[in-house]
């Protein structure tokens, strides 16, 4: 992304927020060293021999959703994996749609948002289930959905620039790094730029979510920004997740140090992943709010005694707000006496509109 967009006019607040502090449009690239490649690789090829050794399958393809389940869970990693293919929801389809919809807007700017969501939605279609479920929705339920659909559209419009063609945009664009019997995906929502033969760091990776940011979306994006760096030989300049619904967004900066962590946590990753699906010992439950998504929930008894725990907690808090609200009835009662002194003025009402 070494160009500079031509009209840097008419950009909005927030449109400019991201073109100066996010994108860092003109600013100098770093330089990557040529060999990190190679090492994360060597990283990752020896930490993982042991597991990929024992595991029965001929390649273990693993992705960001795997390595997300175990940082939170590791319990629900076999609860995903045994799983019913996922049925979908008004989230899912929200997230499909709303992806095709941002990336429609780009190739065909003339659209209105609402347009760009409907042409998604037809092709989306190609998706029987998707096509299925979506028919099988009252009206209202569609409208909230499209609703939804819009919002994040807009969303990704008002906050980002206008993506020139020299940046070479692409959306949901599939990036796999095989490193023997190991293969690590991912499929970032944006991707600018293409990687420089002079080891120059041009790639921008980016993944948007609707909601606000946690702890987990950082380890995300550096997971982006590792297996960009297997696949093209030099790191991209920056990856980050992306707040739809505040502007905010991750800590893009991708240098040798993040890259290196980043790899160890795969390491560990999989090398608990193999153990726990070959039942090499019990995976460890850590029961929070990411319970709602969970699979096994109906059936997990960490997340049973953590809802109990939580309820009990809720209701010693409101037995001690309503003592603390009671009013004492063998306290005595005194009259204050009225003041002596003059008020030289009265107060001004604080809610007073001059």
């Given amino acids: 992304m070494s160009a500079i967009v031509s009209s840097q006019h008419g950009l909005t607040a927030a449109q400019r927020e991201v073109f100066d502090h996010l994108l860092a449009v003109g600013a100098t690239r770093p330089l990557s060293a040529p060999a990190l490649a190679s090492e994360l690789a060597a990283t990752l090829q020896t930490g993982c021999a042991a597991a990929l050794g024992r595991w029965p399958e001929g390649r273990l393809w693993f992705a960001k959703s795997q390595i997300s389940s175990l940082l939170r869970c590791e319990g629900s990693t076999t609860a995903y994996a045994t799983a019913r293919a996922e049925s979908y929801s008004g989230a899912v389809a929200v997230g499909v749609v709303s992806h095709r919809a941002i990336q429609i807007s780009h190739t065909h700017r003339h659209l209105t948002p609402a347009a760009a969501v409907d042409a998604a939605i037809e092709a989306s279609r190609d998706d029987e289930k998707f096509s299925n479920w979506w028919d099988d929705q009252s009206a209202g339920l569609q409208s909230d959905l499209l609703c939804q659909m819009i919002s994040r559209t807009v969303g990704f419009l008002d906050a980002f620039p206008p993506l020139p063609a020299n940046w070479v945009p692409r959306f949901e664009e599939s990036i796999q790094a095989k490193l023997g019997g190991l293969v690590l995906s991912a499929r970032p929502d944006l991707v600018l730029g293409r990687p420089r033969p002079d080891m120059r760091q041009t790639m921008f990776l980016c993944d948007f979510k609707s909601g606000s940011l ?40 991708v240098d040798a140090d993040v890259l290196r962590l980043t790899a160890e946590t795969v390491v560990s990753a999989v090398n608990s992943y193999v153990d726990i699906m070959l039942e090499r010992r019990e995976p460890t439950y850590t029961p929070d709010r990411w319970c709602t998504w969970c699979p096994a929930r109906n059936t997990c008894d960490a997340h049973a005694a953590h809802q109990a725990s939580e309820s009990a907690a809720k209701s010693v808090q409101l037995a001690s707000l309503k003592r603390s609200s009671a009013t004492p009835t063998d306290t005595p009662r005194t009259t204050a006496k009225p003041s002596t002194k ?3 003025s009265k107060a001004r009402n604080v809610f007073e509109i001059e």
């Avoid at 994006?221 to 707040?243: D, E, M």
């Fill in 214 to 253: 946690n702890d987990g979306h950082l380890f995300e994006a550096r997971y982006y920004a590792l297996v960009a760096t297997l696949r093209f030989g030099v790191p991209p300049f920056r990856s980050t997740v992306f707040s739809l619904a505040s502007g905010e967004w991750t800590d893009p900066d």
């Fill in 342 to 344: 003059k008020v030289a």
